[in-house]
């Protein structure tokens, strides 16, 4: 039977609010303010893997096994999340360039948006091996291509353009969903000094990221709440920068009124 949109509309009104809804979740994510233990419950950020395959390191994310799987405390994942949206929003807030990757099938989507609203960059496929540390030669090698000769500028004698060559741009900040699949991207990072933020699942090492966030990475769910909830705070210290950048601007252009006034009042007098 099919369902048309106006019945997921009553659908979706009816629902509790702690309820996880994905089809909103990704076009309206949560704000950190507005995170709870609720939403976290219900989108399974809580369940872990086997004991067979715990990382020890995680111990202190766990609060116990249930039915043969690691149970994460919710309470670690609340505040670690609270702890990295702080530090996106503080990124974005001071023009830092953020790369969002995730690349597990179905991740695309909550990665792009939360780019988006951060006015970042977003990577959903095979990290390219030395795009940071050794990232003119690797992008350069990969876009170079031959332009065709201008007869027009012949004529003049102006001797043809090289192609242009893209530069490099290194991130600020790298928001990782799986980094069990991207230790390439989190070693040339490391090597470069760019802080990280990571889903850490209980078969992980916290320690391959700067800011851990413990939840179960596996869990498209798990990874639309985490990407939407970190795009918000980006979103918040975008708009902050543009805020302050707007009202620099006006300060700006007040005084240099303020001075040309000035200078007309003095050629008056003078005249007079």
């Known amino acids: 039977m099919l369902i048309e949109d106006s019945q997921y509309d009553k659908w979706e009104f009816k629902c509790p609010t702690t309820l996880h809804r994905p089809f909103t979740r990704v076009k309206h994510p949560t704000g950190p303010a507005d995170l709870t233990l609720a939403l976290l419950l219900a989108s399974q950020a809580h369940l872990g893997h086997s004991p067979s395959l715990w990382n020890t390191k995680t111990q202190a994310y766990i609060y116990g096994i249930r039915q043969g799987v690691h149970i994460i405390s919710l309470d670690a994942t609340l505040s670690h999340l609270k702890l990295a949206a702080s530090v996106v929003r503080g990124v974005s807030a001071n023009g830092g360039l953020i790369l969002f990757v995730g690349t597990r099938s179905g991740q695309d989507q909550a990665i792009v948006g939360a780019a988006r609203r951060t006015g970042g960059y977003h990577l959903f496929h095979r990290w390219l091996p030395g795009a940071i540390t050794n990232g003119e030669y690797v992008i350069g090698r990969g876009r170079l291509k ?127």
Do not use: W
């Open 146 to 272: 031959a332009e065709p000769v201008d007869p027009r500028k012949l004529e003049f004698g102006l001797p043809p353009q090289p192609p242009v060559i893209p530069k490099a741009l290194k991130p600020d900040l790298v928001v990782i969903m799986n980094p069990l699949e991207n230790h390439v991207l989190l070693r040339e990072c490391t090597a470069h000094r760019i802080p990280t933020i990571g889903i850490i699942d209980t078969n992980a090492d916290p320690s391959l990221v700067t800011y851990a966030i413990p939840a179960n990475d596996d869990s498209l769910r798990c990874v639309e709440v985490i990407a939407g909830t970190l795009g918000r705070a980006g979103e918040d210290g975008r708009l902050e920068r543009e805020a302050r950048d707007k009202r620099r601007n006006m300060r700006i252009a007040m005084k240099e009124i303020k001075a040309v006034d000035g200078k007309v009042t003095i050629r008056v007098a003078e005249h007079a």
